[in-house]
């Protein structure tokens, strides 16, 4: 969509609407990453990371519905989409934390 914007609609701000789209998606990979090995060693360290990095990925979001320079109707739509369902990992993330945090190591 950003190609698409930037081909008919030259704007200034095409390079930072570009560059915060670079950095959520790098945020949500090193954040799914993180998270998916913390579930699976049932740490709890991994996964509060992750929930903190869940705050930046979900301002670039905000970014981009309420920010940007030209927002298209369809990508509104997948923002708020996006934006739900981070809301959903953080309760989801929460839920996978309290037993976590509950548990004793036994070495």
């Known amino acids: 969509m950003n190609i698409v914007k930037a081909i008919n609609q030259p704007l200034p701000n095409f390079t930072i609407d570009?560059?915060?789209?670079?950095?959520?998606c790098v945020l949500e990979l090193i954040r799914v990453i993180i998270a998916r090995r913390g579930?699976?060693?049932?740490?709890?360290?991994?996964?509060?990371?992750?929930?903190?990095?869940?705050?930046?990925?979900?301002?670039?979001?905000?970014?981009?519905?309420m920010w940007q320079s030209?927002?298209?109707?369809?990508?509104?739509?997948?923002?708020?989409?996006?934006?739900?369902?981070?809301?959903?990992?953080?309760?989801?993330g929460i839920l996978c934390l309290l037993p976590i945090c509950k548990s004793t190591d036994y070495y």
């Open 18 to 24: 570009f560059g915060v789209l670079l950095a959520v």
């Open 70 to 92: 030209f927002v298209l109707r369809f990508e509104y739509i997948i923002c708020a989409i996006q934006l739900a369902l981070q809301v959903t990992e953080i309760f989801f």
């Open 39 to 65: 579930n699976l060693t049932e740490k709890w360290w991994p996964v509060f990371i992750a929930l903190l990095f869940t705050i930046p990925s979900a301002i670039g979001v905000v970014y981009f519905i």
